[in-house]
């Protein structure tokens, strides 16, 4: 092994949660980390979608298109209604447009093992990859694509993918090394709702085999002053935002949820959007 180990926060998902999002960076300092990549998904849902995006650009080293990124600042999308008209108005004079131009992934290498970050699936932010998903899914994540392609090039296919999208973290191996993990989300986990970010650890920039690390941290925040800023100025959708911050049960569900019925694999296990409108 050559080279000093390093670390690497990796977080996604904020979706205009400014509270969480410090409750993580504050975190991530005390560790003493210094590289921060984000893999998508700054605004929509949560009130303050500028304030998100303006701190992302001065922490963040690597940020990357989310759906949400791609779909709401988008002038000419086909699908529009109040709710998303007030996200997009939170918006800072050209951050729809940074937001849209930003990289479809990011690809490096650390302790021998070439690692691509992206926000969702391998060919586009608009198509989900769940927790519970088929073999024919778990390697299309390590395919080479027009979007992956046009991004970083049609060189060596990674070894190790993280994503984010589905708010549903998980870790998962298959022979040949390969390596597929979901961040979760920092802004409205699902299941656990405790923002959830990823610390990968290893020797960067390294060809050779080196000892190498993903975590998993979990980081507690003051969901009701969220919760109380975001009533306060008036954000939409504000029944599905408290389920989905103090439940971590995703916004479509809560009519099941009040009801009663069983909610184990609803999530899991539900289709994605249609492209033309954005999901998690």
Partial sequence: MSGAVERIALISDVHGNLTALEAVLAD???????????????????????????????????????????????????????????????????????????????????????????????????????????????LGQFANTAATIAAVGDGPVPDVVGFGDSHDPFYETQLERRTLFNTGSVGNCMGDPTPLYVILEGVPDSLGPAPFSIAFVRVPYDVEAELAHAREVGCPSLKGYEAELRHGIYRGAVELFEAGRPLTAYYHEAASPPASQPGT
């Fill in 28 to 138: 991530i300092d005390a560790r003493g980390i210094g590289r921060i990549f984000n893999l998508g998904d700054y605004v929509g849902k949560g009130p303050r979608g500028r304030e998100v995006v303006e701190l992302c650009q001065e922490r963040c080293e690597v940020n990357v298109l989310g759906n949400w990124d791609d779909f709401l600042p988008d002038p000419h999308r086909d699908h529009d209604d109040d709710a998303l008209r007030w996200w997009s108005a939170q918006l800072g004079e050209g951050q729809g447009e940074w937001l849209r131009s930003l990289p479809f992934c990011h690809d490096f290498s650390m302790s021998g093992r070439r690692i691509r970050l992206m926000h969702a699936s391998s060919e586009t932010v608009h198509r989900r990859v769940r927790y519970v998903h088929d073999e024919a899914e778990f």
